[in-house]
């Protein structure tokens, strides 16, 4: 049994979305609040931040690739059947 490649596509950008909005709410509500107690020159902070970043735009990449692939592969499963028809008239 062969698995489609759209429910591949979707699963994608399924968990690459997921990995943005952890990384965005867990950056606000937990991440946030301790970086105000420490001091602002802090390395820990500066490496957690840069490997954050990092993560936060590669998956949002990925996220926005995903769905351009899937609304694709969406819309030529649709048209698809549609110009059968017309190429067997």
Known sequence: ????PLVIVRDIHLASTL???????????????????????????KCFQSSSDKILW???????????????MSWLTVVRPVIRCIAEE
Do not use: C, H, R
Not at 21 to 41: E, N, R, Y
Not at 58 to 70: G, K, V, Y
């Open 1 to 4: 049994m062969l698995i489609d």
């Open 58 to 72: 590669a998956s949002l990449a990925l996220s926005i690739a995903s769905a351009l692939a899937a609304d694709t």
């Open 19 to 45: 990995i943005v909005a952890g990384i965005i709410f867990f950056d606000l509500f937990i991440v946030a609040p301790i970086w105000k107690t420490l001091s602002p020159s802090g390395v820990a902070q």
